[in-house]
């Protein structure tokens, strides 16, 4: 059946907020990028700035200073996006345990509790951390102190030791019950019938998740673990920045806080240009991993994400 002409401009109108936002906020940045083939100094017009093509690109493995410094970015990045990524399965899993509960009214306050972490931002849950693990008031140390464990506070924030695990512990706590929402969104999708034949068979609830929730979630679950795989560098900053310290610097710095600590930390803008000249090379690999996550969905599943 044809789509009369009011009808398509009725939804194109409603699409317009949204292409002018992406157009605002992800494709005119990009004119940006020019900045990377410039030896370019704030206060300066880019018109006045000497191009350098290259240059900052080939500098990457030209300088061996530089090239250690990626490098030990990348491995603070794939390492926190693998252990992301290897922890992926826990809001499939409390989904369907969320929706084992029968109470209600106690089912409903789990699930906000667990919601509410997503809106907090970074610096107020790096204040709950600080509250929790500080060493002279810290709720942790202070039990530990008063049951004996230890002798003194330990600056559990300072600590460079398990970085990795530290921040994708707070990831999962931030973003457990926010990410079981689009599962249990699938979980209600699934066909009831499924589960009244099941029970007729005499099978039990532990047997009904394994052998039709589950399987009614993993199509999701892969989609979403295949774009987890495309977005594997991008990470963010707000959670690095806020923990970040002089201890853990070096095993803390992720590849998009590294590009801000170019270009604008500690008060230096003179990295700009070899700052974007990263971006760009992160935005590539970002796009690169998104066609071959594509192309792997379409070998294992038979279905590409696009």
Not at 1 to 30: E, G, H, N, Q
Not at 77 to 97: C, H, K, N, Q
Not at 119 to 136: C, G, N, Q
């Amino acid at each position: 059946m044809a789509v009369s002409s009011s009808r398509k401009y009725r939804l194109f109108l409603m699409l317009l907020p949204f292409i002018v936002l992406v157009t605002l906020f992800a494709y005119l940045p990009l004119f940006g990028w020019r900045y990377a083939f410039f030896n370019y100094r704030p206060g300066i017009p880019l018109k006045m700035a000497d191009f350098v093509g290259f240059d900052w690109f080939l500098s990457i493995i030209s300088s061996p200073a530089r090239q250690a410094e990626v490098l030990r970015v990348m491995k603070n990045t794939l390492a926190i996006s693998g252990l992301g990524i290897l922890t992926s399965w826990l809001p499939i899993a409390f989904a369907i345990l969320l929706t084992e509960i029968h109470n209600i009214h106690y089912k409903k306050i789990v699930q906000t509790l667990t919601t509410i972490p997503n809106f907090i931002s970074w610096v107020l849950v790096y204040s709950f951390a600080f509250t929790l693990f500080s060493v002279d008031a810290g709720l942790v140390n202070r039990l530990l102190i008063d049951w004996g464990f230890i002798d003194k506070g330990i600056n559990f924030l300072l600590e460079s030791d398990h970085i990795w695990l530290k921040m994708t512990a707070w990831s999962i706590w931030k973003g457990l019950g926010w990410g079981a929402i689009m599962y249990l969104a699938a979980i209600a999708g699934i066909d009831q019938e499924l589960y009244e034949a099941a029970r007729v068979d005499g099978a039990g609830r532990w047997r009904q998740m394994w052998n039709i929730t589950l399987p009614g979630l993993l199509p999701t679950y892969f989609v979403l673990l295949l774009l987890s795989i495309a977005n594997l560098i991008n990470n963010g900053m707000d959670q690095y920045f806020v923990f970040r310290n002089a201890m853990n610097r070096d095993t803390i710095e992720v590849l998009d806080l590294y590009v801000y600590n170019l270009g604008f930390g500690a008060g230096s803008t003179s990295g700009i240009p070899f700052a974007t000249a990263i971006s760009m090379l992160k935005s590539v690999i970002s796009l690169t991993l998104l066609f071959v996550a594509n192309n792997l969905s379409r070998l294992l599943r038979g279905e590409r994400i696009f």
